[in-house]
């Protein structure tokens, strides 16, 4: 099946609310443009080489989202141009972008990472680390960075009820914390959940971003 089919298959399964992430990792440039020129402009990379280098050389109306697992000392390649950073989960991570965002007199939109899997992981929150955070306020001096959001990842499994169970953790999470914390703030607006294998049960719950990244381009060869 072509990427223009997929793509055109996976947006006739989301809601009008829910936006769709190409996860372009791994895939070259001539890739990412058969996407684009199916109108996608949405693409999300995992390594920040990776990134700036296909940045470079592809259209300047691309929306650039960070998806994979951020170092303080990698942010400066990213700051200027990035829109979201999904998986964000220490507040040294959020002052550190802040820092760098300023530099550029840029804000960058920043997701909250909630481990939300079974599995074993050193990324993401758990909820009462987020909770501690959010409570304890210093984030609000962060000027350049905009918390859009929380994301997350369901276990890696065939249990289809475990995932939506996930995915609806997170999702209660995200009201709660929109309702006591961002109340009134147009910017904590979004959900990232749900990938290839899973991204159907995540827009059931409630997702408005999805990355999916073999879904649309086939298996990643590493
Ligand atoms: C690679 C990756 C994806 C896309 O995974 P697929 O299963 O290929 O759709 C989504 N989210 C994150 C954080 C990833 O690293």
Excluded at 118 to 129: A, D, L, N, Q, T
Aim: glycine fraction near 8%; proline fraction near 2%; charged fraction near 30%.
């Amino acid at each position: 099946m072509s990427i223009a089919r997929r793509i055109s298959e996976i947006a006739s399964r989301l809601p009008s609310e829910t936006r769709l992430v190409a996860v372009s990792k791994f895939h070259p440039i001539e890739t990412i443009m058969e996407a684009y020129e199916c109108g996608q402009r949405i693409f999300g990379e995992s390594k920040i080489q990776e990134l700036t280098a296909k940045k470079d050389r592809l259209p300047s109306d691309i929306e650039w989202h960070f998806i994979g697992h951020l170092q303080t000392n990698k942010i400066r390649a990213i700051a200027p141009f990035v829109e979201l950073i999904h998986g964000v989960d220490s507040y040294k991570l959020l002052q550190a972008i802040d820092k760098e965002a300023g530099k550029c007199e840029r804000t960058v939109g920043v997701l909250l990472q909630i481990h939300i899997a079974k599995e074993e992981s050193k990324f993401g929150f758990s909820i009462r680390e987020c909770m501690e955070m959010l409570e304890e306020g210093s984030w609000k001096n962060c000027r350049h960075v905009a918390i859009c959001g929380l994301m997350g990842m369901a276990t890696y499994t065939d249990d289809k009820e475990m995932i939506r169970d996930e995915f609806r953790l997170l999702s209660g999470l995200f009201k709660e914390v929109k309702a006591k914390y961002f109340a009134g703030a147009d910017c904590f607006k979004e959900l990232s959940m749900g990938m290839s294998d899973d991204y159907p049960i995540a827009v059931e719950e409630g997702s408005t971003l999805v990355r999916i990244g073999s879904g649309i381009f086939g298996n990643r060869e590493y």
